[in-house]
Structure formats: C-alpha cells, structure tokens
C-alpha cells in the first residue's frame, strides 16, 4: 500500500496529490524517516504529518486504498496525537496592526520588505 494513497484514504489530505506534495515537502516521517510518496506502509508503522504547527501522530491499524467515509477511518488509523499538539491550535495569534496615512498610496518596494519583517512573513 502506497503512503499517498493511504493518506488519501483515512482522510488526512483532501486529494492525493496534496499527500505527494507533503512527501515531497518532508512534511510526513513513516518511524521516524523521511519517506517518498510510494513508500510502502505496513500495520503497525507509525506516520507523523505536518500540518501547519501542529504534529499529527497515527498508528497504521490496517491498510487500505480506497477513501474512506469519515465514520470508518478508525478502523484503518489510530489517532495518537499527544494533547500538546492539539493544543497549539487553541493559541491565539498575534495580531499586528500597521498604520498608513490615507492617500500615500501603495508601500513602495523597500517599505513592502519592511513591513514583511514586521510581520515576519518572510522567515
């Protein structure tokens, strides 16, 4: 059973292309590696998946290729995310509030550059 296509099945990404891009994107670990999208998953083995902040943890209970309804994936995985993890989607976010004068126009390149270190968008 091919990791995209299992990831695809238990509802962990909307499409299979999006579980590869994961893969690709060093996003999921299979025990502890990082893996290709055509690895082969077994029962037992333990995935990680990035998501945004959080680190999603599931235990392989059974292979399976087709999707599955929402109802059935824990017949498949096992959901074994420590409540820390969960718990960084309760954060609140920072909010940063940037004043312009009105009618300046649009921010010049060098004041766009600083304001994306402001924000810390770009690292």
């Known amino acids: ?11 962990v990404f909307k499409t299979r292309s999006e579980a590869a891009d994961a ?5 999921i670990k299979l025990n502890g590696q990082d893996v290709k999208a055509s690895r082969e998953i077994r029962q037992g083995d333990v995935l990680v998946v990035r998501k945004g ?6 235990r392989v209970l059974q292979p399976v290729d087709k999707r599955q309804p ?3 994936v824990p017949l498949y995985a096992l959901d074994i995310t420590p409540p ?3 718990a960084k989607l309760q954060q609140p976010r920072e909010t940063v509030v940037i004043y ?7 921010p ?11 924000m810390d968008l770009n690292g």
């Open 23 to 27: 893969c690709r994107g060093s996003a």
């Open 108 to 118: 010049t390149k060098k004041e766009r550059r600083q304001l994306d270190d402001v």
């Open 84 to 86: 820390e993890e969960y």
């Open 70 to 72: 929402a109802k059935n």
């Open 53 to 58: 902040p959080v680190y999603y943890s599931y």
């Open 100 to 106: 312009r004068q009105k009618g300046t126009g649009r």
């Open 1 to 11: 059973m091919r990791l995209d296509k299992y990831l695809w099945a238990i509802r």
